[in-house]
């Protein structure tokens, strides 16, 4: 079973404008969020990253914010840059545990 | 510092037959763990080795198995190939288990399809 959801497959924004990505999970002994970026024939490189205990952290252009008590979490990326275009990947784990449980995936496209 | 390396790239294999892939992790990471991504299923995790040892197993058959060697290289085992296992396997390596403090950095994969 799906233990985190990404229920839009893709999105497309305009350059400059925001992309929001989310990303919805089941299991409450999650208790660390990361976003990974994917380009193809590339693997997954990690991006951001959020504990529990956090309800937002920001690193430059993205920022992750996380809400435990309706299990949601959403990845901001402001400005959108026609290099952000790849497929983003919502993981999640327990953080005594690592086995990251991962979603399918949403494909950005960026347009100019 | 080179990154994780694995080979091979792309494998096509026939159904029943059995295929081994390899992952060579970052110079200093010990801990190799392996996804298997298809369209729409996201990654789903296989392992995670650290030291020689398996510490994680996700919920795949014993089709699938793995181990690690002494110099942290992996390898990983699919026997009685299927249709589905045709997919994307991702190894990913850390310096140590532990998410908090340890990023996890993958590789480009290997490509398996199974005819």
């Known amino acids: 079973d799906q233990q985190v959801k990404q229920n839009s497959p893709s999105l ?26 994917k380009y193809p024939a590339e693997g997954p490189t990690f991006l951001i990253s959020i504990s529990s205990i956090k309800d937002k952290n920001e690193d430059g252009r993205f920022t992750v914010f996380l809400n435990k008590s309706a299990k949601h979490l959403s990845l901001h990326i402001v400005p959108s ?10 993981a999640a784990s327990p953080s005594n545990d690592y086995k990251l449980s991962f979603g399918a995936g949403t494909t950005v496209t960026v347009r100019a | 510092k080179a990154g994780v390396t694995q080979t091979p790239r792309y494998l096509i294999k026939t159904r029943g037959q059995q295929v081994t892939l390899s992952c060579s992790p970052i110079s200093g990471h010990r801990s190799v763990s392996w996804y298997q991504q298809t369209p729409g299923q996201g990654l789903q995790f296989l392992f995670e080795y650290f030291s020689e040892t ?57 490509r398996l399809t199974v005819t």
């Open chain 2, 54 to 110: 398996q510490r994680n197993k996700g919920n795949f058959p014993g089709r699938f198995s793995g181990r690690q060697f002494s110099n942290s290289r992996s390898e990983m085992n699919v026997s009685t190939l299927e249709l589905g296992d045709s997919a994307l396997y991702l190894c990913a390596s850390s310096l140590s288990p532990g998410l908090a403090e340890y990023e996890q950095y993958f590789g480009p994969g290997t």
């Open chain 1, 81 to 90: 840059q026609p290099g952000d275009s790849a497929v983003y990947f919502c």
């Open chain 1, 12 to 37: 497309s924004v305009q350059e400059g404008r925001i992309s929001i990505l989310n990303c919805d999970y089941t299991n409450s002994m999650f208790d660390y969020f990361l976003w990974y970026k």
